[in-house]
């Protein structure tokens, strides 16, 4: 009797394990997948936020969300807009859609390819509410190419490269062939919104995407992608706009470019940080991604009417040195396992769209075509990245290319005929004006900051990668002042052997020329879609 007693309490503890684990297994399967937050900052310079050490502009949200999360130290862009914009939306390199040389300017007809699947494609597959607010510039010479034909559910923003950020007009004036073309470029869905003249765009984006948030379901997974006009200059006639509330913040920057640039980078902090309350408010925060990220480095020392700052990294963007193409950025997540550090694992912009996808719910793996790779365990974990290798760039019309293999970097050919190869400190700054606001966030670590070692006294001349190669090592000497070609060839011949084998695989540039049936004067002043794609029988270049 005792026995058989002790075999029925037997079975009834392993009936009741069993069930234990069943329910276990459902809850973890049922467990919803994270709302994704991706923040794309236009422009923004390595020595512009308080996280890698700059003492000149105050970002204490910014801090707090890096401090908190992953900071990531050794990630790489495209050098400019368009590129890494498509990068993000695909997983795949320029160099595999065509978009590889400059920028969509307003009446240039091509645009992210149409046969490409982007990411909120992806994300609506595995059940996402899809939200865009800000800019595209992906395309948008045809209804086809923008947000709402291509995965968001909504969108808010504009389409074109850069907007006045008041009045939200975009003049193409600085392109010689779209001189006086200028028009109205903000939308809500596929509708201009004329509304809101006068309300800075930063602000106009942090409110709508609060908005957003506060009228989502959070039992649904969310995906917002809000790619700020911060901190990219805006029309050539008054190209550094912010609220005076903001310019007043920074008196003590003497410099009347750097003063407005710091304003609009303090206007992006907040913004981040409304977002950042807006999420807390809905009960989402818990389960969210935020991933932040420049497009590609800052346009510095007056380069594109702007004063953002790479310090101490050299050249600025639309360069293929560090200061163009070494991205800040960060991710934020109670899901990340070790939080509060830096990783210096390699990685690039085509590795968000996997990952977001693995974190979403769905395999990766069974992406195809993707030039990158989920990297999760790297940021969430410290596993060691699996990629080890970077192409920054080739451009086959600029001539120009670069590659990043382990610590090593070989980078050819000359843009701006070598006037933007410097190293640019940033402008106003002496010891006795600093910020007094800057770096005051608690954190588990000094800034992640970059430290040049001694300049060489040939650093000017060292390197003319117009006449042959030149070769670095990042890790050694971050601020590229030692080209070691001269002594490393091997490693300078992989190199080159590396960059023919990704331009055997390069597709052709979708560049366009200019049509003047985009000009925004044929459609009521405001920039619209002028192509139908189903009417084969009109050139493009007819009026």
Known sequence: EFETAVMALDCKEALLLFLITVALSESSSSQQPPHIILIVADDLGWNDVGFHGSDQIPTPNLDSLAYSGVILGNYYVSPICTPTRSAIMTGRHPIHTGLQHG?????????????????????????????????????????????????????????????????????????????????????????????????YSTELFATEAERIIANHDPSEPLFLYLPHQAVHSGNPD?????????????????????????????????????????????????????????????????????????????????????????????????????????????????????????LAGGDSTKLRNLDGTNVWETISQGAQSPRVEVLHNIDPKRKTAALRYGDYKVILGEAYKGVWDGWYAPEGVTAANHSKGANHVLHWSEPLQIKCGAKPANVTTNCKPAEAPCLFNIKDDPCEFNNIAGWNQPMLSFLLGRLEAYNMTAVPIRNQPTDPRGNPKYHGGVWSPWVNLTDTGVSTNEL
């Open 103 to 199: 920028v969509i300017s307003g009446a240039t007809p091509f645009g992210l390819p149409l046969n490409e699947t982007t990411l909120p494609q992806y994300l609506k597959q595995l059940g996402y509410a899809t939200h865009m607010v800000g800019k595209w510039h992906l395309g948008h010479h045809a209804w086809e190419l923008t947000p709402t034909y291509r995965g968001f559910d909504s969108f808010y923003g504009y389409y074109t490269g850069k907007d006045d950020y008041f009045d939200h007009s975009d003049d193409e004036s600085n392109v010689k062939e779209e001189t006086g073309y200028k028009g109205l470029d903000l939308r809500n869905g596929t509708e201009p919104v004329w509304t809101e003249n006068g309300t």
């Open 238 to 358: 008054n190209p550094l706009q912010a609220p005076q509330k903001y310019i007043d913040r920074f008196s003590h920057i003497q410099h009347p470019g750097r003063r407005t640039f710091a304003a609009m980078v303090s206007a992006l902090d907040d913004a981040v940080g409304n977002v950042t309350k807006a999420l807390s408010a809905r009960g989402m925060l818990d389960n969210s991604v935020i991933v932040f990220t420049t497009d590609n480095g800052g346009p510095a020392a007056g380069f594109d009417m702007n004063y953002a700052n790479n310090w101490p990294l050299r050249g600025v963007k639309n360069t293929l040195w560090e200061g163009g193409v070494h991205g800040t950025a960060f991710i934020n997540s109670p899901l990340i396992k070790q939080p509060k550090r830096i990783t210096h694992e390699l990685l690039h912009v085509c590795d968000l769209l996997p990952t977001i996808y693995e």
